[in-house]
């Protein structure tokens, strides 16, 4: 497990996590500055950016002292001078709604839009937060635990109808 | 149809506005943020390292000096179902937004309802011109949850069918590439190749494209008997062949004055976007995941990392071809390393009776009943895994919650993130520079969407 | 010279016949390719099963031009009603082929986001079964579409109004012509 950076906000709670070299619990608050502490420590990277919804599996193992809420934002960061990665999940809350990373990472962009798309985050910040994979009009966020999977009759108006 | 009755210009504006994605469109100046300017002009990063500018974004054009065209999501260009939204000055492309989601399947969604066994099905479908590795990708995060080891055997099938698969998706790019370029010849010799490589995965895994072969615990089935000696065909052919292509595109000048100084990129703006694989190599930064963060058994293995110097559109195309020769040297070295063992891995919470015990022994058959109806439980926890596929580096987020569907499946999909560099790319190109440049960052719409 | 001594240079028929022939032998696809089986279709257009020999390699780019449109992959939500404008451009007489199970009936994804079927959309005349199916597979497609159209029941469509789909499974007509595919690996 690799410390903090010496510019992380105090009080970030860290953890093991596997296929990373430590994984941190920030709370909402320390979420941006403490990405921006890494990214001057030498990871130039933001790999991935994703959203769970945690509403069906709420004990989930998390570090005491972290206040679990049911969405979360997992980002994983590479450096690709000292080879580690790291891997960041601050609880988003249950209205999600996070601060972007755009400023600092633009490769986030799209994989924010999507987060928002699918699972209804919101993040602050980002230039153009609209639908990015599912029509214009849709109403929803698919991804979500408490949306229905099923078959869905093919919504446009010109179909002769389903058989 | 029942629509005989609608008048024509009127069917033409229905169906205009059903097709319209709205917001997500490129929409005109006037409309549009200074920072959502910015974004689409592609000045992202300065090279300076600064972030971007705003002032230095052509804001004096107005909307009546520029055009606004839609390339897409059905055109020519073999790259699926890309739609291109491109502002025009005459020919010189200045702003680009690419409009995806036509090929959105909800693979995320029907990952949550398949078991970790049928996962594969799913995954392989992401990025359909490398199956094998999204596979690879998918089992060895699964495998890491489980924390089982894997015989070595199954570690070097799985490599070679992995490098395999690199060469068969190069094959196509190259036949993808050839075609936009204008070289028909090249699209049939590109697939004719891939036809020797998608014969060996068929008589491997029964299927040419999708294979269901890379599963949690090792591979699904062994290496058919005389493989060498098929693998050494291959191996040999498309080296040879390797160098007609030489002969036919890279010395040939036309080709070269399409793609040399086209589409440039720079180190710091790639890595700010998260750009990986042969995008990011072309700007010189040499990072490939075979060789700096080592899984499977590349680190028994010689090979080179290419890596261009300019991060133009002909440095992709010398590194994808460069890519097949180094994949052909692994390959070779595979066939002469291959040690004997299982071919998957004997823990029977993860692996199946062998089939002439079922009809003997009641437990077997339990067991083999509990293993394809409900699959087997992953303990809890949360695991990214990258690997590096022809495209970047495709990581797989598996979250488990202890049953034996995964939780929360997503799948890091390298085309999705490169896609965002076009932007960039294509500033100030015209239009046909446009389409090299599609063409050389290489996106597959099946994981883009998935 | 008698006109007997000419009669190997007339070919005579039905005017029908006739143009159902010139119809069958250079039916011209439309390029519209979305997923795996967009790359088995440029496979089967490609050299080892060559689809030059029925007259169809050229993959027309505009839907004006061309007669065929084998919709080859899963149609998204947001890809209907492009797939549905595609198919209003094109000129009568006009076939589609649904190729591969995601199009024919949505296939492994039953969810939200893909069109259970793409004949919710367009009238199929084939559906070729398969993920995705081998070039084989879609060239007995294409065959049994061209058998639909030299016996004529396509032609039969406006006037009834349905189309009539024909699965190419179930139908027991198998081509007279020699195909030559090639089956396991190469020697």
Not at chain 1, 125 to 136: K, Q, S
Not at chain 2, 211 to 234: K, S
Request: proline residues 7%.
């Amino acid at each position: 497990m690799i410390p903090l950076p010496p510019s992380a906000p105090p009080g970030v709670l860290t953890g093991e996590g596997l296929c990373a070299h430590v994984s941190c619990y920030p709370t909402r608050e320390q979420y941006v500055e403490l990405v921006r502490a890494f990214k001057d420590d030498g990871f130039e990277m933001c790999v991935d950016l994703c959203a769970v919804d945690y509403l069906e599996h709420p004990d989930r193992a998390l570090p005491p002292g972290v206040a679990r809420t049911r969405f979360e934002v997992v980002v994983n960061l590479l450096s690709l001078s000292k080879r580690q990665r790291v891997r960041i999940r601050v609880q988003a809350g249950d209205e999600p709604e996070v601060d972007s990373l755009f400023e600092l990472y633009p490769g986030t962009e799209a994989m924010e839009r999507e987060a928002f798309d699918l699972l209804g985050v919101l993040f602050r910040g980002h230039p153009d937060l609209t639908r990015i994979l599912m029509p214009e009009e849709w109403e929803g966020h698919p991804l979500r635990k408490d949306y229905g999977s099923g078959r869905v009759p093919v919504q446009f108006k010109e179909a002769p109808g389903p058989r | 149809m029942s629509d005989d009755t609608v008048r024509t210009v009127e069917r033409v504006e229905l169906l205009t506005a059903e097709t319209s994605e709205g917001v997500q469109e490129l929409q005109r100046r006037e409309r549009t943020t200074a920072t959502e300017l910015g974004r689409e002009v592609g000045a992202v990063l300065r090279g300076d390292g600064h972030t971007f500018d705003p002032n230095s974004v052509d804001y004096d054009r107005r909307d009546d000096e520029t055009m606004i065209i839609n390339m897409g999501p059905s055109h020519p260009s073999t790259h699926g179902v890309l739609r291109l939204m491109l502002e025009l000055d005459g020919e010189f492309v200045l702003r680009t937004k690419p409009v995806i989601g036509y090929l959105h399947t909800g693979m995320e969604k029907t990952g949550e309802e398949l078991s970790y066994v049928q996962g594969a099905t799913n995954v392989t479908r992401m990025d359909y011109l490398s199956p094998v590795i999204n596979e690879l990708c998918y089992s060895m995060a699964v495998e890491q949850l489980l924390g089982i080891e894997v015989p070595e055997r199954a570690i070097w099938i799985r490599m070679l069918m992995s490098e395999l698969n690199r060469m068969s998706s190069h094959l196509v790019w190259m036949a993808t590439n050839g075609m936009d370029l204008g070289s028909t010849s090249m699209m049939i010799y590109g697939l004719r190749e891939r036809e020797l490589i998608l014969a060996f995965f068929e008589k491997t895994a029964g299927l040419r494209l999708n294979l269901n072969y890379v599963r949690p615990g090792g591979v699904a089935a062994d290496l058919p008997d005389g493989w060498q000696d098929d693998v050494q065909v291959i191996c040999d052919t498309i080296a040879e062949r390797t160098y007609e292509y030489d002969q036919l595109l890279t010395g040939q000048p036309i080709f070269r004055q399409r793609l040399i100084g086209v589409a440039p990129i720079l180190a710091e703006e790639a890595l700010a976007l998260g750009v990986t694989g042969p995008l990011l190599r072309s700007t010189g930064v040499a990072w490939d995941l075979r060789r700096a963060m080592p899984y499977l058994a590349y680190d028994q293995v010689e090979f080179d990392v290419i890596v261009g110097t300019f991060g133009d559109n002909f440095d992709r195309y010398a590194i994808r071809l460069n890519e097949i020769r180094e994949s052909i040297r692994i390959v070779r070295q595979c066939v002469d390393k291959m040690p004997g063992g299982d071919y998957r891995s004997q823990d029977p919470k993860v692996t199946p009776p062998p089939r002439a015990r079922i009809g003997e022994s009641m437990e077997a058959l339990i067991h083999h009943f509990k293993l394809f109806t409900e699959g087997f439980h992953v303990p809890a926890g949360e695991v990214y895994l990258p690997v590096e596929s022809p495209r970047g580096e495709l990581g797989c987020y598996i979250v488990s919650d202890g049953g034996a569907k995964p939780y929360r499946l997503h799948v890091r999909a390298p085309s999705f993130v490169n896609l965002q560099a076009v932007p960039l790319l294509m500033r100030g190109g015209s239009v046909s520079d446009a389409i090299t440049c599609i063409s050389t960052v290489d996106p597959v719409m099946g994981e883009v969407d998935r | 010279m008698a006109l007997e001594d000419l009669q190997h240079n007339f070919l005579t028929g039905q005017l029908e016949d006739l143009v159902r022939w010139a119809r069958r032998a250079s039916v011209w696809p439309a390029s519209f390719g979305l997923a795996c089986c967009a790359i088995e279709m440029m496979a089967a257009g490609a050299a080892d099963y060559d689809l030059a020999r029925y007259g169809m390699e050229v993959f027309r780019n505009s839907p004006r031009q061309a007669d065929l449109m084998i919709v080859a992959g899963r149609v998204s939500q947001k890809m209907a009603p492009v797939l549905r404008q595609v198919y209003d451009q094109m000129m009568e007489p006009k076939w589609v082929i649904s190729m591969g199970v995601c199009a024919s009936t949505g296939g492994l994804f039953n969810n939200y986001a893909i069109v259970q079927g793409v004949d919710q959309i367009v009238p199929v005349d084939v559906y070729a079964p398969g993920c995705p199916p081998s070039p084989e597979t879609l060239m007995h497609a294409i065959l049994t579409l061209h058998e639909q159209i030299r016996t004529g029941e396509l032609m039969k469509r406006r006037t009834s109004g349905r189309p009539t789909a024909v699965d190419s499974r179930q139908s027991p007509w198998t081509p007279d012509v020699p195909v030559a595919v090639r089956m396991g690996t190469p020697k």
